[in-house]
């Protein structure tokens, strides 16, 4: 019988030695901020993680044979010992270390919009506010990304830091995204509860902000990533 996604998440991530949070903690390093909860979805077959994601757990996992791993089927390696393996690890390494034959990052740009700039317009996606970017290291979701303007998500996000984006119209009580409220262009977490919905930020000197119904509000995406450190 063939194990479900999120059991195969769960015994990986224990034969790694690695809690929940932990897991957490490593995404967030890989450019893919999440709480445990998110984790703990996954694990319980809830919701599933994006390609981005699955593939970061995998390098955080060790996992080279993803279909021996996931899908119970072999791949070249699976015949190997660990001393075979290991010798096709350190030829790998060998063959990058050359220069010769590795492959050259796909070329790819974003359109990127300035927080503070957009704030007060309402329309925080108009093409005319924003300049194109070479994104290599942007998830393949990415839609666009934002220079964050402030400390009130640090230490997560940092003044002047590249967040990358997906376009969403809807966000699920605690994704982190990009929103308009009253005209103002914001990087919060979403918060919902049967009291309403608030925008509330990491840095605790910043109080939630909380959504009046009537007011304004919008969706402009979700963050999916972080880009290189500003300069």
Same mark, same amino acid.
């Given at each position: 019988?063939?194990?479900?996604?999120?059991?195969?998440?769960?015994?990986l991530r224990r034969e790694a030695g690695?809690?929940? /949070?932990?897991?957490?903690?490593?995404?967030?390093?890989?450019?893919?901020?999440?709480?445990?909860?998110?984790?703990?979805?996954?694990?319980? !077959?809830?919701?599933?993680? %994006?390609?981005?994601?699955?593939?970061?757990? *995998?390098?955080?996992?060790?996992?080279?044979?993803?279909?021996?791993?996931?899908?119970?089927?072999?791949?070249?390696?699976?015949?190997? %010992?660990?001393?075979?393996?290991? #010798?096709?690890?350190?030829?790998?390494?060998?063959?990058?270390?050359?220069?010769?034959?590795?492959?050259?990052?796909?070329?790819?740009?974003? &359109? #990127?919009?300035?927080?503070?700039?957009?704030?007060?317009?309402?329309?925080?996606?108009?093409?005319?506010?924003?300049?194109?970017?070479?994104?290599?290291?942007?998830? /393949?979701?990415?839609?666009?990304?934002?220079?964050?303007?402030?400390?009130?998500?640090? /230490?997560?996000?940092?003044?002047?830091?590249?967040?990358?984006?997906?376009?969403?119209?809807?966000?699920?009580?605690?994704?982190?995204?990009?929103?308009?409220?009253?005209?103002?262009?914001? *990087?919060?977490?979403?918060?919902?509860?049967? %009291?309403?919905?608030?925008?509330?930020?990491? %840095? &605790?000197?910043?109080? /939630?902000? !909380?959504?009046?119904?009537?007011?304004?509000?919008?969706? *402009?995406?979700?963050?999916?990533?972080?880009?290189?450190?500003?300069?």
């Open positions: 019988m063939k194990k479900s996604l999120g059991t195969t998440l769960t015994a690695l809690t929940q /949070p932990q897991v957490a903690e490593l995404l967030g390093r890989e450019g893919y901020p999440l709480r445990p909860a998110a984790i703990s979805k996954w694990e319980k !077959d809830l919701t599933q993680p %994006n390609a981005a994601q699955f593939l970061a757990l *995998c390098r955080i996992y060790s996992v080279r044979d993803v279909l021996s791993a996931f899908l119970g089927e072999a791949d070249a390696l699976s015949g190997l %010992n660990a001393e075979g393996r290991r #010798l096709v690890d350190g030829y790998i390494r060998v063959l990058l270390a050359s220069g010769l034959y590795a492959e050259e990052p796909e070329a790819r740009t974003l &359109p #990127l919009y300035h927080l503070a700039a957009s704030a007060g317009t309402g329309q925080f996606l108009d093409g005319d506010s924003s300049e194109p970017i070479d994104a290599p290291g942007a998830p /393949p979701e990415a839609d666009f990304a934002v220079r964050i303007a402030g400390d009130s998500m640090e /230490p997560e996000i940092a003044d002047g830091a590249v967040v990358y984006v997906r376009s969403r119209e809807v966000l699920e009580s605690g994704a982190l995204g990009i929103f308009i409220y009253r005209g103002e262009a914001y *990087c919060k977490r979403l918060a919902q509860s049967k %009291n309403g919905a608030q925008l509330v930020s990491v %840095n &605790p000197s910043y109080a /939630p902000i !909380d959504i009046r119904e009537g007011e304004q509000f919008r969706v *402009c995406g979700e963050v999916v990533g972080l880009g290189p450190a500003a300069g």
